[in-house]
């Protein structure tokens, strides 16, 4: 076992794969219902997803990130923030159905405090 070390290389905390993931299939149920694509996102939402991947892998907080949504530091640019915001707002409800899990750990992490100062 090695220490934890508190720089964010290679792999991936667990916490940051699973958003990932939540995003990914956010995008894809709101490209499926709007974009009507089968066979995963369209190039729009394809550049959305690679775009809050970037967004993910470049925040400062990390796992110990509250969700998006609730991020003092909104870091998306504003043409990305309203697309996102549009997706999380028609998939957020139906994660549940679709993706348990992963709906609930996103629910859970909105619950984690701000940080302090904002
Ligand atoms: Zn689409």
Redesign the pocket.
Known sequence: MNTVKKKTTSPLHPRMKRERKTIEKMIAI??RD??N?KSG??G??RELLEYAHLRLAHCPLQENKTTCGNCPIHCYKPRMREKVREVMRYSGPRMIRHHPILAVGHIVDGFRKKPKGS
Do not use: A, G, Q, R
């Open positions: 709101y490209c709007h974009h694509t996102p369209c729009e939402c």
